[in-house]
């Protein structure tokens, strides 16, 4: 159910033998590989309850009105970021979903993600999961969403990689991006017209 998502479940055995949700377990692999990790939640209202129940009452949320795909809750959770946490716009960020399971290398390979951005002149970094890669480090030429067999097989071949839905951006080429998309002054204004926005995935 929606108060009641698979991320919540504590389904998931740890190494002492109690259980865990996907969300307790992303947020102890985040730690781990970086304890100085600063992070936020996006969800939605109904979320939020159970989110502190399994993070604790620190844990900071952006809240999102409705549902509306990912590219406007990133683009709210950027602006809720700069405009009410007050972080600085040159700040490195990465948004990932919270139901990956991994292995703590993932999130190693987020957070290196994070520390590489500053160094180049990219905007944007999309964390690729390996079927086929002979690089660490490629651009992107195109996405294709949910392939076929057929074209998937294909794409394999010639080196694709699968999305892992991880975006690593500066905040303000982000809300950069937003604003030319988004008619939209701060984040308070952008929160009060969230049910006006089109559906869209941030891909």
């Known amino acids: 159910t929606p ?3 698979k991320q919540f479940l504590k ?8 259980t865990e949700s996907m969300l307790q377990r ?11 990790a600063v ?10 309850a159970e989110i502190h129940r399994q993070l ?3 844990i900071r949320i952006s809240i999102e009105p409705d549902k509306k795909d990912t590219f406007p809750a990133i683009a709210l959770a950027s602006a809720y970021l700069v405009d009410v946490l007050q972080i600085d ?3 490195t960020v990465a948004f990932c979903p919270v139901d990956p399971f991994a292995d703590d290398s993932f999130f190693a390979t987020i957070r290196d993600a994070c520390a590489y951005i500053p160094s180049v002149q990219e905007h944007l970094m999309l964390l690729g999961i390996v079927p086929k890669t002979e690089n660490d480090i490629s651009l992107v030429a195109s996405f294709k969403e949910k392939p076929d067999k057929k074209n998937a097989q294909r794409y ?8 892992a839905g991880v975006f690593v951006f500066k905040l303000s080429y982000i809300l950069k991006r937003a604003h030319e998309l988004i008619d939209f002054s701060d ?9 006006t926005l089109e559906r869209i995935s941030f891909d």
Do not use: C, M
């Open 26 to 36: 992303v947020f102890a692999q985040i730690y781990r590989v970086d304890p100085g």
């Open 89 to 91: 716009p040159e700040e």
């Open 156 to 163: 394999i071949k010639n080196g694709a990689l699968w999305n």
């Open 11 to 18: 389904i998931l055995k740890t190494d002492d033998g109690r």
């Open 187 to 195: 984040y308070y204004d952008l929160f009060q017209k969230y049910h």
């Open 39 to 48: 992070v936020t939640v996006a969800t939605s209202a109904d979320q939020e």
């Open 3 to 5: 108060e009641n998502s």
């Open 56 to 58: 604790g009452e620190a």
